[in-house]
C-alpha cells in the first residue's frame, strides 16, 4: 500500500489506517453497541497483516477500553505500528464525558493514555474537540510541552475550524488535522482542506464511510434493528428521508465499483482520498472480514467521470 507524508512530520504513513472508536463497545455515551473483544483485536491484527501501518484511537472511546485493545495487540510485535489517540474528553466516575483543555487535565490523560497502549510514547496526540474555546491556547501549550519532553512525538488537533488553527500555530507548529470528511459531508472542501494544503498542515479524515451508512452492507431492516446504545440512532443520516436516499447513494457506489472489483466502502474511502489535502484517512472495523472489505481503497482511485456521476446523484438528494 502506498504511503504519504503527515505534514511536517517525518512519519509515512498508509492511506488508510486502522479507525478504533467502534471497538470500544457499549456502556459509554457515543458507543455503538456491544464488541467482541477477541473480534476487536483480530481485526487490528488484519489490518496490520494487510499493510495498513496506523492506527487512530483516542481515551474517550470506550472510556480507555480502546486504547487497551490496541496496546493488546500490539504488545507483542517486534515492528509496531504508528499510534495515534486524542484528548480533551475526559470522565468521571459515573462515566459522564466533560470537555478540558486544562494543562493538568491533558498531562493526566496523556498518561493514562501512555499506560494503557502500552507505549513510551505516542506517536501523534490530537485534542479531540477545541472545546471550551476559552481554553485552546493553554491545552495546545501543553501538547507542546509533552512533545518537548518525549511523552509524544508530534501533536495535532481534530474538529478544529481555520480561525482556531491560526490561533494556535504562534504557539507550536501543527502536525495534522482531523476533520469528518465524505461524500455526504464535504463542507471542508470549501475552507479547511485548502488552508491545511497551504500550510503543510497534514489531514486524516475520519467517518469516510459516515460510520457504516455508506459501507454497503447496511438496511433500513439493520437500522431498525439497532442496539438501543448505538448513537447512530440519533444521527439523522440514519432517519427519513436520507436514510432511503442513502441507501440508493449506496446501489450507484456498487455499480461503480463492480467494474474494478471493489465494494461501495471502498469507492467511499477512495472518493476522500481524491482530494490533495487528504493524507489518509481513517476506516473503523469491528472483525477481520469488515477489515478485509475494505482494504482495497488504498490503491483504488476513482475517474473524474465516477466523481462526476457521484456528484451529480448527491446534488438531487434531500437535504
Known amino acids: 500500500m502506498e504511503t504519504r507524508k503527515l505534514g511536517n512530520t517525518d512519519m509515512h504513513i498508509t492511506s488508510i489506517g486502522f479507525g478504533s472508536w467502534a471497538i470500544g463497545g457499549s456502556n459509554w455515551a457515543y458507543g455503538w453497541g456491544a464488541q467482541d473483544d477477541g473480534d476487536a483485536v483480530g481485526a487490528i491484527e488484519r489490518a496490520l497483516e494487510l499493510g495498513i501501518n496506523w492506527i487512530d484511537t483516542a481515551a474517550v472511546y470506550g472510556l480507555g477500553h480502546s486504547e487497551e485493545l490496541v496496546g493488546k495487540a500490539v504488545a507483542g510485535l517486534k515492528k509496531k505500528p504508528f499510534i495515534?489517540?486524542?484528548c480533551a474528553l475526559a470522565w468521571n466516575e459515573e462515566r459522564q464525558i466533560s470537555n478540558s483543555l486544562k494543562a493538568d487535565s491533558i498531562r493526566r490523560e496523556c498518561e493514562g493514555s501512555l499506560k494503557r497502549l502500552g507505549v513510551?510514547?505516542?506517536?501523534l496526540y490530537q485534542i479531540h474537540w477545541p472545546n471550551p474555546d476559552d481554553?485552546?491556547?493553554?491545552?495546545?501549550?501543553?501538547?507542546?510541552c509533552l512533545k518537548e519532553q518525549g511523552l509524544v512525538r508530534h501533536i495535532g488537533v481534530s474538529n478544529f475550524s481555520v480561525e482556531q488553527l491560526r490561533r494556535i500555530m504562534p504557539i507550536a507548529p501543527v502536525a495534522s488535522l482531523q476533520p469528518p470528511y465524505s461524500m455526504l459531508r464535504p463542507a471542508v472542501e470549501k475552507e479547511?482542506?485548502?488552508?491545511?494544503?497551504?500550510?503543510?498542515?497534514?489531514v486524516i479524515v475520519y467517518s469516510p464511510m459516515l460510520s457504516g451508512m455508506l459501507t454497503g452492507a447496511m438496511t433500513i431492516e439493520r437500522v431498525a434493528n439497532f442496539p438501543k446504545d448505538d448513537w447512530r440512532r440519533g444521527n439523522k443520516e440514519?432517519?427519513?428521508?436520507?436514510?432511503?436516499a442513502n441507501i440508493k447513494l449506496v446501489e450507484l457506489l456498487k455499480a461503480i465499483g463492480l467494474p474494478h472489483g471493489r465494494s461501495a466502502g471502498?469507492?467511499?474511502?477512495?472518493?476522500?482520498l481524491r482530494h490533495p489535502a487528504v493524507t489518509g484517512a481513517i476506516v473503523g472495523g469491528?472483525?477481520?472480514?469488515?477489515?478485509?472489505?475494505?482494504?482495497?481503497?488504498g490503491e483504488f482511485r476513482l475517474s473524474e467521470e465516477e466523481v462526476g456521476r457521484i456528484g451529480q446523484f448527491i446534488a438531487g438528494m434531500p437535504k
Open 192 to 202: 479547511i482542506l485548502p488552508f491545511c494544503l497551504e500550510h503543510n498542515i497534514g
Open 135 to 144: 481554553d485552546i491556547e493553554e491545552g495546545w501549550q501543553e501538547m507542546a
Open 238 to 244: 440514519f432517519q427519513e428521508p436520507r436514510l432511503s
Open 286 to 297: 469491528r472483525n477481520a472480514v469488515q477489515v478485509e472489505g475494505i482494504i482495497g481503497a
Open 266 to 272: 471502498e469507492v467511499a474511502i477512495a472518493w476522500t
Open 120 to 123: 513510551d510514547a505516542i506517536d
Open 84 to 86: 495515534f489517540t486524542k
